[in-house]
């Protein structure tokens, strides 16, 4: 099975272990529930927006067919201030090639929706109400081109929330995921995930 994950740094896992990315994560439980051994592809870096993430995969000239795809972006451009109404273009396109990385199956492609830093320690000088109605009005958006392209979209928005109480969800930098929040996101996506390779 060949899996395809698209993000930023809540896809490659800044500042924890590569076993606790949640891709790799989601890979493991995967083949733990029988299914057969998971080749895992990701394009992801730290910092990058809708755009910076579009252009790495124009450039990686991806060609394979991917039986699962995964879509996660746009915290950047919300933490850049960047425009809501490009952010909506360019996910939009984003998530087409990702239907058609995995072979125009729309029901191979998962989206999550983007977690909520404005809880988090970092942004304790920041107006944390503020990058949470944004980050819900950027989510707004995703929600939205993952009905219309009729992909599933799992919203680990509110679980994210919970590292406002709980710092066993934060990696060491107090604004990044831990390994035990990106487990909470598997268990979230695992069913379907399972459900879509075992249809394969």
């Known amino acids: ?25 989601l890979a493991q ?3 733990a529930a029988g299914i057969p051994a998971i080749d895992l592809t990701m394009v992801a870096q730290t910092g990058w927006t809708t755009a910076e993430l579009q252009d790495a995969v124009n450039s990686a000239d991806i060609k394979d067919e991917f039986d699962l795809v995964s879509l996660l972006i746009g915290v950047n451009n919300q933490y ?24 125009d199956r729309p029901e191979r492609v998962l989206v999550l929706s983007i977690p909520d830093w404005g809880v988090t ?5 920041r107006d944390r109400s503020k990058i949470s109605a944004e980050i819900d009005a950027f989510n707004s958006i995703n929600l939205e081109q993952a009905q219309q392209m009729s992909v599933c979209y799992v919203d680990v928005t509110p679980g994210s929330r919970l590292a406002e109480s709980d ?9 990044h995921p831990s390994g035990k929040m990106y487990a909470e996101w598997v268990n979230l996506i695992l069913p379907a995930a399972a459900l879509m390779l075992a249809e394969a």
């Open 167 to 175: 710092a066993s969800l934060l990696a060491e930098d107090g604004l």
């Open 1 to 25: 099975m060949r899996y395809l994950a698209l993000g930023d740094s809540y896809t490659i896992g800044e500042r924890v272990a590569e076993a606790q990315r949640w891709p790799v994560q």
């Open 80 to 103: 850049r201030g960047l425009d809501q109404d490009e952010y909506r273009a360019e996910f939009t396109e984003l998530l087409a090639q990702a239907v058609a990385y995995a072979g």
């Open 121 to 125: 320690p970092f942004a304790g000088d």
């Open 29 to 31: 439980r995967l083949m």
